[in-house]
């Protein structure tokens, strides 16, 4: 997976959107780690919403 957190972001939301119901389906059909994913992402200020089934960006 890319280190860079932007396209990570894109990736993953892509994916939760096409293809999988949840973000833990998508890492374990991956093989990823979903702590890894979501504290990345929260560092640039995205949140997991698994009503939405994407990450979010939460204002601070």
């Known amino acids: 997976m890319t280190s860079d957190p932007n ?3 894109s990736v993953i ?3 939760l959107r096409d293809e999988y119901s949840s973000l833990t389906d998508l890492c374990l059909s991956k ?8 504290e990345t992402l929260k560092g640039i ?3 997991y919403s698994s ?6 960006y939460k204002d601070k």
């Open 7 to 9: 396209i990570l972001l």
């Open 13 to 15: 939301n892509t994916g």
């Open 31 to 38: 093989g990823l780690q979903e702590e890894s994913i979501v």
């Open 45 to 47: 200020g995205y949140e």
């Open 51 to 56: 009503e939405l089934n994407r990450f979010i």
